[in-house]
């Protein structure tokens, strides 16, 4: 039996591969977007047939804002009624001092990993909310919580993608539609594998840890599917506007306690006062 409708963008390789198993093995009919339409369809014809579910194939490139558009409007005729959509897609950028970075490539960062799902939100949230509801998951990143040199678009990109989904889980909280982000930790991804290639400009901290996670295998992408799942379950009722860590987070047990958390800017991007770290000068 179909449980809902899912949009996963970029879901042609790794983690974007293991969400379209995932929420298909659910019962999520889906639509699957990447750059090439014939990565896609590799990818759905690895999935098992099922009667009562569809799987559509439409490409678009995240940095073309005329192709977002395009895309928004062939999933409004295909399927007008998503109920997930899955910000998955990601571009590392230029890696390097901010000084040495092409300009235009920082910009494009800016476009794919930020603009991109600010559009699709922008496109899908009147028919999430036609339909009753919905759950919008952003994909974070490395740079969202703390400073990461040399990635400075990627880390800009996501620091924003985080605020906005905070921002407008407040303005859909009577919508019915939740809104989450997702850090998923270091995983074991062609664009890891970029910061090996450009040891030198990445830095020797950048370095160390990407050789470690393909030493060891970094997080898993099943857990992260696994939490993108329930954020787009009813088992996250009343869970919206967080910053979930795939690997470090208790979020199966969060449900137990929704009237404390929902009070709570736990899990959110903030200021970090001088009396949160027992200053006595720092503040009024």
Not at 126 to 141: A, E, R
Not at 163 to 186: D, K, Q, W
Not at 244 to 268: N, Q
């Amino acid at each position: 039996m179909t449980v809902g409708l899912a949009v996963i963008t970029g879901g042609t390789r790794g983690l974007g591969e293991s969400l379209v198993k995932r929420f298909w093995n659910a019962g999520f009919s889906l639509v699957v977007t990447a750059r090439q339409e014939a990565d896609i369809h590799k990818v759905l014809n690895r999935l098992s047939k099922r009667v009562d579910q569809k799987a559509l194939a439409i490409p678009c490139d995240m940095g073309s804002p005329a192709q977002i558009t395009e895309f928004i409007d062939r999933v409004k005729l295909a399927c007008p009624k998503p109920t997930v959509l899955v910000n998955n897609a990601a571009m590392q950028g230029p890696i390097g001092p901010l000084s040495e970075n092409n300009f235009s490539v920082w910009q494009q960062a800016l476009q794919v990993n930020l603009l991109a799902p600010v559009a699709l939100c922008q496109g899908f949230i009147p028919l999430m909310t036609s339909s009753g509801g919905g759950s919008i998951i952003n994909l974070s990143g490395g740079g969202a919580t703390g400073p990461r040199a040399n990635f400075s678009a990627y880390a800009t990109a996501k620091a924003g993608l985080v605020r906005f989904s905070e921002t407008i889980a407040e303005e859909l909280r009577p919508s019915g539609i939740r809104v989450n982000c997702i850090a998923p930790g270091a995983m074991k991804t062609d664009m890891l594998a970029e910061v090996l290639s450009k040891a030198h400009e990445a830095g020797e901290k950048e370095h160390s840890m990407a050789s470690k996670v393909f030493e060891e295998g970094g997080a898993s992408m099943e857990r992260v599917a696994d939490l993108a799942l329930f954020l787009a379950s009813d088992a996250s009722k009343g869970i919206t506007g967080k910053l979930i860590s795939a690997v470090w987070d208790d979020w199966e047990h969060w449900p137990e306690y929704l009237s404390e958390l929902s009070k709570s800017d736990a899990y959110t991007l903030r200021r970090i006062t001088g009396r949160d770290r027992g200053f006595t000068w720092g503040d009024k």
